[in-house]
């Protein structure tokens, strides 16, 4: 994580969390993360039907050109994208990983605009984990950027990484590297200690 308002919010996860796999939703205090907010989303695992965004920070919208909340996280990407965000999501549910990613962005004139995602796990109810805690960052923002929408996405790299060096005695699947072609995925032990972050 390079961008300030994932490693901000990563910080204040981590805080919260208090050595636990994931801090509960009700825990997370907006006022304590007030700069971030419009860079910031919640998602809940909506089962069947994908990664439903419940909240979305208004930069977020704003640079997408639409309101995101109630849409899928996962319909922001095309088919062969989408398979690899819905994996790395699966590994932040059930394996308490932190999942963060970069992607280019284009607008429907062709515009290029880099961002950096960042994925962090919190149980709403119950006892697993059932949403996430994300941010959506602009890396070295273009001047155009929310002047015209983003219509299109593509992953550049993704990274997983468990921020007690493991994945917790309950996790259930174990994530494995994977390379893709055109992008890297690389996962990492140990947080923000980990190569290459």
């Not at 273009?142 to 983003?150: D, K, Q």
Request: glycine share 8%; proline share 6%; hydrophobic share 45%.
């Amino acid at each position: 994580m390079q961008q300030p308002t994932s490693r901000q919010l990563y910080a204040y996860w981590d805080r919260v969390r208090n050595g636990r796999v994931a801090p509960r939703r009700f825990e997370v205090e907006p006022a304590k993360i007030a700069a971030l907010l419009p860079e910031t989303f919640i998602a809940e695992c909506a089962g069947m039907l994908g990664y439903r965004f419940r909240l979305a920070g208004t930069k977020i919208c704003e640079q997408f050109g639409r309101e995101l909340r109630g849409a899928d996280l996962l319909s922001l990407w095309d088919t062969d994208d989408r398979d690899a965000v819905a994996s790395l999501l699966r590994n932040v549910f059930t394996d308490a990983a932190v999942g963060h990613f970069v992607f280019r962005a284009y607008s429907r004139t062709n515009r290029q605009a880099s961002f950096e995602l960042v994925l962090l796990p919190l149980i709403h109810t119950g006892e697993a984990i059932n949403r996430v805690l994300g941010a959506i960052t602009a890396i070295e923002p273009p001047f155009w950027l929310g002047a015209e929408p983003l219509s299109r996405q593509e992953i550049v790299e993704m990274h997983l990484h468990w921020p007690d060096g493991a994945p917790p005695p309950a996790a259930r699947s174990g994530a494995e590297a994977v390379r893709l072609a055109r992008r890297r995925f690389r996962v990492f032990e140990g947080g923000l200690t980990g190569g290459g972050e």
